[in-house]
């Protein structure tokens, strides 16, 4: 049982909008830590997408983007395209067990 | 470009120690945060600890009790030791250097460990 709660799955056509959600708590999103958003392709290690609740690293493409409100954050996909299929993850602070991770979100692409 | 490589053996006994190593290329070991993150397979991401370039650690609380993170300055070397393993620490072991103190910004392939007799 993950801290942060994501959704398992989510899916989408080529070219709409999803997002994916993370639900936390007052001891972490809450608390107003912030919140880091990471990208697994299948068979590959992760690879930071979103930090500071809203920030991209350079070569993320506009396309993501991703907000935080109250106890829980999202992350939004537009244009969606066949190499967003992947693993979603969210990863926060919690005052009581430290660095915390959701549980991830599949993202298939129709 | 900072690069990361995790090395140690892939198979492991019950109750004993797991022992890996990140040699870190293409950059320093100071002044970052590190970080070790495994992922059971088909799971989710867990985080292990947290290590200082001074030596400072913060753990897993979970995990606090059998985890060991140290560097080596004089080889660009990051290691992990999880004691008394069990089958439930079967899992890809990630190497990350971390940025502000919690962005996991670059993270090395991932390494394998299996523990079975």
């Known amino acids: 049982q993950s801290v942060l709660t994501q959704a398992p799955s989510v899916s989408g056509a080529p070219g709409q909008r999803v997002t994916i959600s993370c639900a936390g708590s007052?001891?972490?999103?809450?608390?107003?830590?912030?919140v880091h958003w990471y990208q697994q392709l299948p068979g590959t290690a992760p690879r930071l997408l979103i930090y500071?609740?809203?920030n991209r690293p350079s070569g993320v493409p506009d396309r993501f983007s991703a907000s935080k409100s109250g106890t829980s954050a999202s992350l939004a996909i537009t244009g969606l395209q066949p190499e967003d299929e992947a693993d979603y993850y969210c990863q926060s602070f919690d005052t009581r067990l430290r660095t915390v991770f959701g549980g991830g979100t599949t993202l298939t692409v129709l | 470009q900072v690069q990361l490589q995790e090395s140690g053996p892939g198979l492991v006994k019950p109750s004993e120690t797991l022992s890996l190593t990140c040699n870190v290329s293409g950059g320093s070991i100071s002044p970052y945060y590190w970080s070790w993150i495994r992922q059971p397979p088909g799971r989710g991401l867990e985080w292990i600890g947290f290590l200082y370039f001074s030596g400072s650690t913060n753990y897993n609380p979970s995990l606090q009790s059998r985890v060991t993170m140290s560097l080596d300055t004089s080889k660009n070397q990051i290691s992990l030791s999880l004691s008394s393993v069990t089958a439930a620490d079967t899992a890809v072991y990630y190497c990350?250097?971390?940025?502000?103190?919690?962005?996991?910004?670059?993270w090395g392939r991932g390494t394998l460990v299996t523990v079975s007799s």
């Open positions: 500071g609740d809203t």
């Open positions: 007052d001891s972490n999103i809450g608390a107003g830590y912030d």
């Open positions: 990350v250097r971390v940025r502000d103190s919690s962005i996991l910004s670059h």
